[in-house]
């Protein structure tokens, strides 16, 4: 039943990605598939939901879990995004590739983000056809619990940026407040452990744990390809005071800032976006 789980979970999401390419070659703007990213990983757990036949309150708490990361996201990212053209990075990549990019970008966008989802989401796929434990354990609490964390660091992480470049007073100034006080990336940080949390869930089934490929795919993912290395490959360069940032505040993992001065920056902050696998 695996097998049908996963095919199913693979059909789903190369639908959903193919749908999308198209959206996005009419409306010339790849920046859709952050929308989608969230929403492609509640497909997948819904597909495990339906077609596995393992232990129902485990299948369906990873739903919900996974459901409402999902969701949150996608929302906050076509809330953020829509009617703001293309982001810098696809902008880029577009000027890269030349006239061909609608086409290319089907296999290096959105065949690459639908490949991640399913591995990254594999925990969810190959403990849904598990029927023991049939009843959720200490390990399961244990995955809810570094989930909420999660997506408490995420989600308030945004609402906080959001505001803070709401209020016409902080024009110019990085945002150093929150969570963002503590780490240059909430909501890096918030993914991984929601993912982690995820496979934690999973993991108290036998075949869930050969899925700890996918929260080991996100955590490097976000840590050394796209996600804070990316980001902060230029951003020195585009905005001086950020360096001040750096020096004062944790990359990743949360802990009291060093001390250090006021930051001001003579640019705006509507440039801090998050990209990642997704979003």
Same mark, same amino acid.
């Given at each position: 039943m695996i097998g049908a789980v996963i095919t199913t979970a693979v059909a789903a999401v190369a639908l959903l990605m193919v749908s999308t390419w198209i959206v996005a070659t009419i409306r010339r703007d790849v920046s859709v598939v952050d929308i989608v990213w969230g929403l492609g990983f509640a497909v997948v757990a819904v597909c495990s939901l339906v077609v596995g036949d393992g232990a129902? !309150?485990?299948r369906v708490l990873l739903a919900v879990l996974v459901g409402v990361w %999902? /969701?949150? $996201?996608?929302?906050y990212l076509a809330w953020r995004n829509l009617g703001h053209g293309e982001d810098r990075r696809y902008r880029k990549m577009r000027d890269a590739r030349g006239p061909w990019f609608w086409l290319i970008s089907l296999a290096t966008v959105f065949g690459l983000q639908g490949l991640l989802m399913v591995v990254v989401a594999l925990p969810v796929q190959l403990s849904a056809s598990a029927e023991d434990p049939r009843r959720l354990g200490p390990l399961a609490a @244990?995955?809810?619990? $570094?989930? /909420? @964390? %999660? *997506? @408490?660091?995420e989600a308030g992480g945004d609402l906080q940026l959001a505001r803070f470049k709401a209020d016409p007073v902080n024009e110019g100034k990085v945002m150093d407040r929150g969570f963002w006080r503590y780490t240059r990336h909430p909501n890096y940080f918030g993914d991984v452990c929601v993912w982690w949390g995820i496979f934690l869930v999973?993991?108290? =089934?036998?075949?869930?744990?050969?899925? @700890? !490929?996918?929260?080991? *795919?996100? =955590?490097v993912f *976000? $840590?050394?390809?796209?996600g804070v290395s990316l980001l902060e490959r230029d951003i020195g360069e585009r905005r001086p005071a950020y360096a001040a940032y750096i020096e004062r505040t944790s990359a990743f993992l949360p802990r009291p800032p060093r001390d250090g001065p006021t930051l001001v920056d003579p640019t705006s902050d509507r440039d801090r976006r998050r990209s990642g696998p997704g979003p």
């Open positions: 129902a !309150a485990r %999902g /969701l949150r $996201l996608a929302g @244990v995955g809810a619990g $570094l989930w /909420l @964390v %999660g *997506l @408490v660091f999973a993991a108290e =089934t036998a075949p869930g744990r050969w899925g @700890v !490929a996918g929260p080991i *795919l996100m =955590t *976000l $840590l050394r390809v796209s």
